[in-house]
């Protein structure tokens, strides 16, 4: 039922999240080292996937990225349209 559906989003979420959150760590270490960086749009296609609650916390858990505007304000624009998305869906199929 609905709620078996919403664990396996919970859990879809949860991994993208931890994985762009990771990801975020990883690349800051390797800039501060001047080493092969993470491509900015891998950044962004996990967050499309899911992970963009995991790259908004490690964008400022480690300070990285923050002064891009277009991880600033992108990744949290992101993050509201996948909101929206999702609550409209829950509206249309659950709730009607």
Same mark, same amino acid.
């Given at each position: *039922?609905?709620?078996?559906?919403? &664990?396996?989003?919970? %859990? ?6 931890? %994985? ?11 800039? &501060? &080292?001047?080493?092969w ?21 490690g ?12 991880? &600033?304000?992108?990744?949290?624009a ?8 999702? *609550? ?9």
């Amino acid at each position: *039922g609905i709620c078996l559906m919403l &664990k396996w989003i919970a %859990l879809w979420v949860l991994f993208w999240s931890i %994985l762009d959150f990771v990801l975020m760590g990883v690349d800051k270490r390797k800039a &501060k &080292k001047h080493r092969w960086r993470v491509p900015e749009k891998a950044f962004f296609l996990i967050a499309l996937a899911g992970g963009s609650p995991g790259a908004i916390l490690g964008m400022y858990a480690f300070r990285h990225k923050t002064r891009h505007w277009y991880f &600033k304000w992108g990744l949290p624009a992101i993050l509201i349209a996948q909101l929206a998305l999702g *609550g409209w869906a829950y509206w249309r199929f659950f709730l009607s």
